[in-house]
């Protein structure tokens, strides 16, 4: 039985209230998954489900902005995902350029491309570039876009970069390896001098991480939901809050 769209209303005001703003995470990383699995059911073409993906998103940012959350992570696309069909590839990618021109367009959010930009087509790198340096100064919800993103890519990345910044500095291997700590790797990360997310959330019921911020998530709650991204309700969001706000966060204790 469908339930009428007022009793949502009413379970979701009902749900804002309970929200504490103390509880609210600073940081959302979100799985964006499942919008193949809802093209198929709606019997409609996979680019279809990946646009329908894509106009969720500014809704999620929306819903983020109204109740404070100050920073997501967005899972675009991953390096596992760009081996996929080079036709699928092609439109997603083109989506993603659509989606971050209205971010753009918007001038409500800062946006940070996380991922390895040259994995990516010239022009697609060049808009993300374009797109930070125009939304630096924007005081709104700081968004990173997790776009050619892999969890081990990010972390091979980072200790490169910490070697090659090294032996400028001068160092020897045997310097650095004695002076080494999780901190210095951390500050050569994609998101580094950002504060690690809070909640991690994850649509369309699967509960894995698929090397999605494997360091930065060493700590953080995880909350997974059987909607599919493009079905993926504000009442849902709000109840990923209430479950975030009821756990007692131990930190490896």
């Known amino acids: 039985m469908k339930i009428p769209e007022f009793a949502y209303s009413f379970y979701e005001r009902r749900l804002q209230r309970g929200l504490s703003p103390e509880r609210i995470p600073h940081h959302i990383g979100v799985m964006v ?14 680019s279809h489900g990946h646009q329908a993906g894509a106009d969720k998103i500014h809704e999620f940012l929306g819903w983020c902005e109204e109740l ?11 390096t596992d995902n760009m081996g996929r069909p080079q036709e699928e590839i092609e439109q997603l990618l083109d989506i993603i350029a659509n989606t971050l021109d ?54 091979v990345d980072a200790v490169k970069e910490l070697l090659l910044n090294s032996a400028e500095e001068g160092k020897s ?28 959330i994850r649509t369309s019921g699967e509960q894995r991480l698929s090397g999605f911020l494997m360091w930065q998530s ?3 709650e995880f909350y997974f939901c059987e909607a599919l991204w493009p079905d993926f309700r504000r009442v849902d969001f709000l109840r990923a809050l209430r479950d975030f706000g009821r756990r007692q966060r131990r930190f490896g204790s």
């Open 173 to 200: 291997l045997e310097q650095l390896a004695g002076e080494l700590t999780d901190e210095h790797i951390s500050s050569f990360l994609y998101t580094r001098g950002q504060q690690d997310p809070d909640l991690v």
């Open 218 to 220: 060493a700590y953080s």
């Open 102 to 155: 209205r971010l753009g367009e918007s001038h409500r959010v800062r946006v940070q491309p996380v991922g390895a930009l040259e994995l990516l087509p010239e022009d697609l790198a060049g808009k993300l570039a374009d797109l930070a340096a125009q939304t630096a100064e924007i005081d709104g919800v700081h968004v990173n876009v997790a776009v050619g993103y892999g969890g081990r890519r990010e972390i």
């Open 68 to 78: 404070g959350v100050d920073v997501v992570t967005l899972y675009m696309l991953s």
């Open 33 to 46: 998954d499942g919008n193949r699995r809802w093209a198929k059911l709606a019997g409609a073409p996979t």
